[in-house]
């Protein structure tokens, strides 16, 4: 029977985290989907493991470490049905998860993303993301973040966009933010906040995300990063987001606020300049600086796209 559904899931150094992902994904309710792996070149036991005990789940081997971007995209290119679900190897997925994301999809076709409900693995009665949304000083968010789950964010909505750590996107919305290499996601960020970049690109064409709080899914936060690397990352890629994705009108509205947001990181890294990851900030900032003009070069803006992103800035 053909399949509905790629579920792709990002692997680099995750064989202790691949199983109970796997296991998890075993007991779904809905069948219709296949599972690729992406392994970046893992140095561990992961291509082993999946040898030895899922040898049924397609793997495709990337030869060299290329980040995460380089590793969504090549599963986005070697999959093709039409809907696809992103999903970390560090997630355990409730048993309904398939069935709730992508039964939101097909009974709302006015929605090209749908997100799930991520609770932290570690506190299972915490959440890490109902949704996520973008702020005007630049900086992304998680909807509830490290907030106790007491049925707050249990109502089905539209959210500004889904995180990529647990996520379902429509092949064809995926396909027209792709850019003329067919990479959906922008190369140049490599690790972290690729996410953020897609879901303003989604909103400036238009297109729309549902947030399905019956999807549940836990999340071993950071698992496979975090520290310097997610700091550095996410100082240079802060910048290049806010740079390339705010229309004019919008990018001078936000200005003071990024600035400000700009400045406090920049404070707060160097009151912790002994920290390694501070001075990943730090240095992740300056890269960031030095990438604008490239960045400020490519930026396109069609005359609709500013009004379909303003609604959804803000905290």
Known sequence: MTHTIDIIIPNYNGAALLPPCLDALAGQTRHDWRVLIVDDASTDDSLAVLRQRY??????????????????????????????????????????????????????????????????????????????GYGWDGVPFSRGVWQPDQGQFDVMCEVFGPCAGAAI?????????????????????????????????????????????????????SATGGGELASYYCGRNFLIIWAKNLPPAVLLRSLPHFLQAQLAITWAALRHIRGAAARARLRGQWAGLRTLPQVWCRRRFGPAEASHLTTWLGR
């Open 55 to 132: 040898p049924a789940i397609a793997v495709l081997a990337l030869p060299q470490n290329g980040g995460f971007v380089r590793t969504v995209n090549a599963g986005i290119a070697h999959t093709s049905a039409p809907l696809v679900i992103l999903l970390n190897n560090d997630t355990v997925p409730d048993a309904r998860f398939v069935e709730q994301l992508a039964g939101a999809l097909e009974r709302f076709p006015a929605y090209a993303f749908a997100a799930a409900k991520l609770r932290l693995f570690d506190r299972p009665d915490h959440l890490h993301s109902a949704g996520d």
């Open 169 to 221: 996107y429509r092949r064809t919305a995926l396909s027209a933010l792709a850019n003329q290499a067919g990479e959906v996601l922008d190369a140049n960020l490599i690790f972290y906040c690729e996410d953020v970049d897609l879901n303003l690109r989604a909103r400036r064409a238009g297109l729309r995300t549902l947030f399905v709080p019956q999807a549940v899914v836990l999340h071993h936060l």
